[in-house]
């Protein structure tokens, strides 16, 4: 469940189709850039008046074909997001401490991790935060996971009146949490009938599951 294998990516209309921001769009306060050729992330983030939260998401192929393109693509969003071995390729690195430490010395803002039923690891200059996997007994379906933390992640930000290094943390853990829903369902099937009630109460688990105190 943890690894993957691209035998070929199949892009479709996403080639020549690359819609612009509509102008009723421009004031948006959130873009989450699922991949894409790395040029055009450029342009959608560049269409956007002020935006609080940018996050952007790539795939091998794009790091194959164009590292340089992406690289400068990265360096302008608050967040990257990256699955790890897409991160040790783009650092050339095989610890995925030292290649988020690396991206962020390349100029990445903050870099965002995914390590499948093992969380999340956020790297920025200083800081370095890892959001656990909720630790289910059956998972259904994997695919669109990543996504789903992606989307709750800028999701949780966009609804703060500040995006603080302490936010920032309680956004992976949303993030974690709606990811682990995605994947007791096939494809997005699971997230359609999931309820706020249910998101708050699995977070307040992960609370749980993660809290400790220091004697003395």
Known sequence: MNSRET???????????????LPEWRDSTVACLAAGHPAYQRDLIASLDSPKVTLVDTIKMFIDENPAELRETM???????????EARELAKLPSIARAGRSLVGDGVKTVIIKLGEFGAALISDGEYFVAPGFPLE???????????????FVGYLDSVNQVTPGEIRRAMIYGSTVASFQVEGFGPSRLLTLTREEVEARYRRFRE??????DG
Request: aromatic share 10%; charged share 15%; glycine share 8%.
């Open 209 to 214: 599951l993660t809290h400790f105190e220091v």
């Open 7 to 21: 035998w070929y990516p199949e892009l479709g209309v996403s080639i020549a189709h690359l819609p612009p921001v």
């Open 138 to 152: 059956e998972v259904v379906d994997p695919t669109g996971a990543g996504d789903s933390f992606a989307g709750a």
């Open 75 to 85: 360096r302008l969003a608050d967040f990257v997001t990256l699955n790890e071995s």
